[in-house]
């Protein structure tokens, strides 16, 4: 939890995340007020300033849709060459890297576990414990998002949690 003025939240509800899931019925089929993610963010200069930094905490709640356990939309930056750190606070999870040709990698989210997320790099964060996921960020303040590139294509990679058991599965 951040404490401090100028600390915002912002909620997305599984039902806002229209197109993310594999299941796209499953999604629907969620109750209207369950969240999926949060995000506290302290924006200590205007979004798109160069040479700022913002900071904020993730919290991904346990879950799933259909099988698909609970994870942020994802993003590249929209100034491409933008990159951030993430750091694990609570709970364990997934961090999913994916280039613009769909190379992607998964990095282990655990307490004091450090991620660097280089330019020109989509980032998702996935829950995949069963308690919520606390993660850390820091990024420059002229990054930006550019969730399109997503959109039309999502990840190379999903992961599902089935009978207990996490399956990482690639899917082109
Ligand atoms: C911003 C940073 C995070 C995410 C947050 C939610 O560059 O990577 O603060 O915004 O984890 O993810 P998303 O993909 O819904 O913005
Ligand atoms: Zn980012």
Same mark, same amino acid.
Not at 30 to 55: E, K, N, W
Not at 147 to 155: N, T
């Given at each position: 939890?951040?404490?401090?003025?100028?600390?915002?939240?912002?909620?997305?509800?599984?039902?806002?995340?229209?197109?993310?899931? *594999?299941?796209?019925? *499953?999604?629907?089929?969620? @109750?209207?007020?369950?969240?999926?993610?949060?995000?506290?963010?302290?924006?200590?200069?205007?979004?798109?300033?160069?040479?700022?930094?913002?900071?904020?905490?993730?919290?991904?709640?346990?879950?799933?849709?259909?099988?698909?356990?609970?994870?942020?939309?994802?993003?590249? &930056? *929209?100034?491409?060459?933008?990159?951030?750190?993430?750091?694990?606070?609570? =709970?364990?999870?997934?961090?999913?890297?994916?280039?613009?040709?769909?190379?992607?990698?998964?990095?282990?989210?655990?307490? =004091?576990?450090?991620?660097?997320? @280089?330019?020109?790099?989509? &980032?998702?964060?996935?829950?995949?414990?069963?308690? *919520?996921?606390?993660?850390?960020?820091?990024?420059?303040?002229?990054?930006? &998002?550019?969730?399109?590139?997503?959109?039309?294509?999502?990840?190379?990679?999903?992961?599902?949690?089935?009978?207990?058991?996490?399956?990482?599965?690639?899917?082109?």
């Amino acid at each position: 939890m951040l404490r401090g003025e100028g600390c915002i939240v912002e909620t997305r509800r599984v039902t806002d995340l229209k197109g993310v899931f *594999a299941d796209d019925a *499953a999604r629907a089929r969620c @109750p209207a007020d369950r969240i999926a993610y949060s995000v506290q963010m302290h924006r200590a200069t205007a979004d798109g300033t160069t040479g700022g930094l913002f900071f904020g905490v993730t919290r991904i709640e346990p879950g799933t849709v259909g099988d698909e356990c609970f994870m942020t939309r994802g993003h590249f &930056h *929209a100034n491409a060459d933008r990159g951030e750190y993430y750091w694990g606070i609570e =709970g364990v999870g997934l961090l999913v890297l994916m280039t613009r040709d769909r190379q992607s990698s998964v990095q282990r989210v655990e307490p =004091g576990s450090l991620h660097y997320i @280089p330019g020109h790099t989509a &980032h998702r964060l996935i829950n995949t414990g069963e308690q *919520a996921l606390a993660v850390g960020a820091c990024w420059p303040s002229d990054a930006g &998002h550019d969730y399109d590139s997503i959109a039309s294509a999502g990840f190379s990679v999903r992961v599902y949690r089935r009978n207990g058991e996490i399956s990482i599965e690639r899917v082109g």
